[in-house]
């Protein structure tokens, strides 16, 4: 089983600022087969990211995706108010399908 | 418009069996993987198990394997997961989601439904 790591666990920042999310794999993922998604409380996920670097249909473009192998990041650009959330990474290259523990972007 | 819709959660004891449905529309069900994604109270998403179009390929997290059976009915659009030998640590908000592209098995989750409510407590 790969075991996604992420970090840091709470991100305080202030709209307009730049946030960078990190998610560590125990293993190298396959074909970059990473995705990212955000959770905003009493919602399901939403994906944001897949393959790594790839935005899905309507996400802005401040969200971008970047790594390869064992290390992954998400950059939001300049923080909008929505985008106060958490965020999960995933992968899903191989048998057992995993979530990290997700990095929770809160407001300071 | 692709929709996604979970039930059969409830309140069930410790031990004993749940049956939860997925009732997909708005897409060629027949044609798309998809999974169950649970999240226990207050924590993160946990990857329970995935099946492919046409059922060749089934997978399981450690923790559910031998207890959790996945399966679908593609006459009926539906998604099931047979819960059995209930644990207190089962009890979480169970979601469906549908895999992105037609008869891919590895691949994102693109749509998610709302989620259907396990508790598990005696």
């Known amino acids: 089983e790969i075991v996604l790591t992420q970090s840091p666990g709470t991100l305080s920042l ?6 960078t999310l990190s998610c560590r ?3 190298s993922v396959s074909s970059s087969y990473l995705a990212w998604y ?3 409380p009493g919602q399901a996920p939403r994906l944001l990211i897949y393959g790594a670097s790839s935005r899905a249909t309507g996400i802005p473009d401040r969200f971008s995706g970047s790594g390869s192998g064992t290390d992954f990041t998400l950059t ?3 923080l909008e108010p929505e985008d106060f959330a958490v965020y999960y990474c995933q992968q899903y290259g191989s048998s057992q399908f995993t979530f990290g523990p997700g990095t929770k972007v809160d407001i300071k | 418009e692709v929709q996604l819709v979970e039930s059969g959660g409830g309140l069930v004891q410790p031990g004993r069996s749940l049956r939860l449905s997925c009732a997909a529309s708005g897409f060629t069900f027949d044609d798309y993987a998809m999974h169950w994604v649970r999240q226990a109270p207050g924590k993160g998403l946990e990857w329970v198990s995935g099946i ?3 059922s060749g390929s089934i997978g399981y997290a450690d923790s559910v394997k031998g207890r959790f059976t996945i399966s679908r009915d593609n006459a009926k659009n539906s998604l099931y997961l047979q819960m059995n030998s209930l644990r207190a640590e089962d009890m979480a908000l169970y979601y469906c989601a549908k895999v992105a592209f037609r008869y891919y098995y590895y691949y994102y989750m693109d749509v998610w439904g709302k989620g259907t409510t396990v508790t598990v407590s005696s």
Do not use: C, L
């Open chain 2, 52 to 54: 492919s179009w046409n």
């Open chain 1, 14 to 19: 202030s709209p307009g600022e730049r946030a």
């Open chain 1, 38 to 40: 955000q959770q905003k």
């Open chain 1, 25 to 27: 794999a125990s293993q």
């Open chain 1, 76 to 78: 939001i650009s300049r």
